[in-house]
């Protein structure tokens, strides 16, 4: 039985648009709404986590767990520009404030893929006022919460949202535009400089940072080129800024095989998630030993997410034990991995897939609400209670 440093965090993810429900105000629900885009389902009332965190917070404390990663919904908070909503941050105080009654540490995130209906009508991302406007955000929402976050983070992925938005069209605002993508980036890299300023400046005393999509990226047949264009355009400008950072959160879910006219697809014999790509786990050790070489050892990482869309509940056990095992080798090297949280606590709207994949350790019956949690939320519950990565079932 191989054990984790003392103060490992043990947690579990969630973000707001993919659990609250009726999240109406942002451009991901107009993005569902809009015909031709490629969502295949509506939102709707989600898992409807807005209502029912007290219950759900519980769960994920009696399952083991001392930590709950969650976002704050910038367009609640601020519904047009100017206009803040006390009632809002009012309700995500006393989610905080639960988190710490059942002693789960609030790692919260404040952009996590969805944008105001008004921001994105002024130019959304594309925009440089977009970063003072999300310091600004930020500022009034830390000013509120900042004396009961325990983490935060400025983005989630936000090398996600430049190129689904900007270059690959599949998120709102389902541009296709290279260039565009570029100045995206400068823009949110502005925005995350800004933001972590002001949250640093808000009450309390929270590390500060941002959490990052990162691929493994393998070079085959002379690739080597290829790999290092999509780490420049992708990765390296977030890994380089983390250099300022209180922590950097890396997220990890599979590999890519990269040939010189690009990727090669999923390797013949390799089983596929209920996303598309390959059940490939040690993708996350080869992620954090990369993030380790460029941050630096001054900045700690932390596993902000990594997990598995299946239906086959003992597979996801046998991959988040794989996975781990290559946090163990990485930390037996010396690497500063400081936790592990997983993607994702209930089976929820997987942005543009709808509700067919489940991360989930908790399945969700979408008539009733009801939630079950199976067998892999007790089994890695029981491993963050030991501090050890146990045998799964």
């Known amino acids: 039985m191989a054990g984790f440093p003392e103060g490992f965090v043990w947690g579990v993810a969630t973000a707001a648009h993919q659990v609250e429900g009726g999240n109406w105000n942002n451009d991901w629900w107009a993005w569902e709404h809009t015909p031709g885009s490629p969502c295949t389902e509506a939102s709707g009332d989600a898992c409807d986590h807005y209502h029912r965190y007290p219950e759900d917070l519980e769960l994920l404390a009696g399952l083991g767990f001392g930590a709950y990663r969650f976002s704050i919904e910038w367009s609640r908070i601020e519904p ?68 009961l976050i325990g983490s935060a983070a400025t983005f989630n992925e936000p090398n996600v949202v430049a190129l689904m938005g900007y270059q690959a069209g599949l998120f709102p605002p389902g541009r296709r535009d290279p260039q565009m993508r570029r100045e995206v980036t400068d823009v949110q890299l502005d925005a995350h400089r800004k933001a972590a300023a002001a949250l640093r400046a808000a009450p309390g005393s929270f590390p500060v940072g941002l959490t990052l999509s990162m691929t493994d990226f393998q070079a085959m047949d002379g690739g080597e080129e290829r790999v290092a264009r999509y780490r420049r355009s992708g990765e390296d400008p977030w890994l380089e800024v983390a250099r300022e950072d209180d922590y950097l959160g890396v997220q990890t879910y599979t590999r890519m095989r990269v040939a010189p006219p690009g990727p090669l697809g999923n ?4 089983p596929t998630t209920q996303m598309g790509y390959e059940d490939y786990p040690p993708a996350l050790e080869a992620c954090l030993r990369r993030a380790a070489s460029v941050v630096g050892p001054s900045v700690p990482l932390i596993v902000t997410e990594n997990g598995i869309g299946t239906d086959d509940d003992g597979r996801r056990a046998a991959f988040v034990h794989e996975a781990l095992s290559g946090v163990l080798a990485c930390l037996a090297d010396g690497i500063d991995v400081r936790g592990y949280v997983y993607w994702t606590l209930m089976d929820n709207f997987e942005w543009a897939f709808g509700y067919e994949p489940k991360f989930g350790l908790v399945a969700v019956d979408r008539a009733t609400q009801e939630r079950t949690p199976k067998p892999s939320a007790r089994w890695l519950g029981s491993v963050a209670r030991a501090n050890a990565l146990l045998a799964p079932p």
Not at 267 to 270: A, L, M, P, R
């Open 80 to 147: 047009e520009q100017g206009l803040w909503s006390v009632a809002a941050l009012d309700h995500y105080r006393r989610v905080c404030e639960r988190c710490h009654s059942l002693g789960l540490t609030p790692m919260v995130t404040f952009h996590h893929f969805t944008t105001p209906r008004w921001v994105a009508h002024l130019g959304g991302w594309s925009e440089p006022d977009t970063a003072e406007r999300f310091a600004s955000f930020c500022a009034r929402a830390a000013d509120r919460l900042g004396d």
């Open 267 to 270: 390797e013949q014999g390799v």
